[in-house]
């Protein structure tokens, strides 16, 4: 007695999703639609039977299924096996500080913030929101930075950006004229000697000293001052 009949193949196709390493593998069974073999037992085997990153662009990927009966009969068919990549990236933030410029400006980019973001299938880019400031934004700001990988999932995580205004302000004097009054005194204030000075951010102070004089000054005339400006951060520039 003799089997010559092959035994009956019979493929289902799937879907399947990569880990987070960026692999899966699959089973014969799992690409099996019921073989079968009118002598019974049967075994299976699935070329091929592992998948990473660049299967996605194969999608879907043709498998064999490879059908062998007890005597040795064997049968084929093909699936078809999608591949899914829904593993987020892995978003990883780290502060940052950042100088405003001349303008009161300052801006970063993705990079700045960025500390070793990862995906197993690659990263597509990377954007961070809020990237712009100026001199209102002293100080820690929180950002979030958004990674998006080769296949659309994102991931985001926050960061702390400082920003700082370390530019002295520019202080311009003017010389200046005061007539002693009646009791042989006067008095100056600073913009009497402020020639336009500026700062790269507003609510600059200014302070002159001395600012008081009398009769003896009369024999040291002109009399130096200095003019002191100071800006929101504490950063100072004078004159004479």
Do not use: K, W
Not at 166 to 184: E, F, H, M, Y
Not at 215 to 240: K, R, Y
């Amino acid at each position: 007695v003799e089997d010559n009949t092959d035994p009956v193949a019979l493929c289902q196709d799937i879907t399947i999703d990569l880990d987070a390493n960026g692999d899966a593998s699959i089973v014969a069974s799992d690409v099996d639609n019921g073989s079968s073999d009118a002598c019974g037992t049967i075994t299976l085997a699935v070329s091929p039977n592992t998948f990473d990153c660049g299967s996605i662009a194969g999608n879907p990927n043709t498998v064999t299924l490879t059908v062998t009966d007890g005597s040795g009969n064997m049968n084929t068919c093909t699936a078809g096996v999608t591949v899914n990549d829904v593993t987020d990236p892995m978003a990883i933030c780290q502060s940052y500080t950042v100088s405003l410029d001349a303008n009161g400006d300052a801006s970063i980019v993705a990079n700045d913030v960025d500390n070793g973001s990862t995906d197993a299938c690659g990263i597509a880019s990377t954007s961070v929101s809020p990237n712009t400031f100026d001199c209102s934004t002293t100080g820690p700001n929180t950002v979030t930075l958004t990674v998006t990988d080769n296949n659309a999932n994102q991931s985001t995580c926050t960061a702390t950006v400082t920003v700082v205004d370390d530019i002295d302000p520019v202080v311009t004097c003017v010389a200046t004229s005061v007539q002693l009054d009646g009791s042989g005194q006067a008095s100056i204030a600073p913009s009497d000697v402020n020639a336009g000075s500026t700062d790269n951010c507003p609510n600059t102070t200014f302070a002159v000293s001395p600012n008081t004089f009398e009769c003896e000054d009369l024999a040291i005339s002109p009399v130096t001052v200095t003019l002191t400006a100071t800006d929101a951060s504490g950063n100072t520039g004078s004159c004479t």
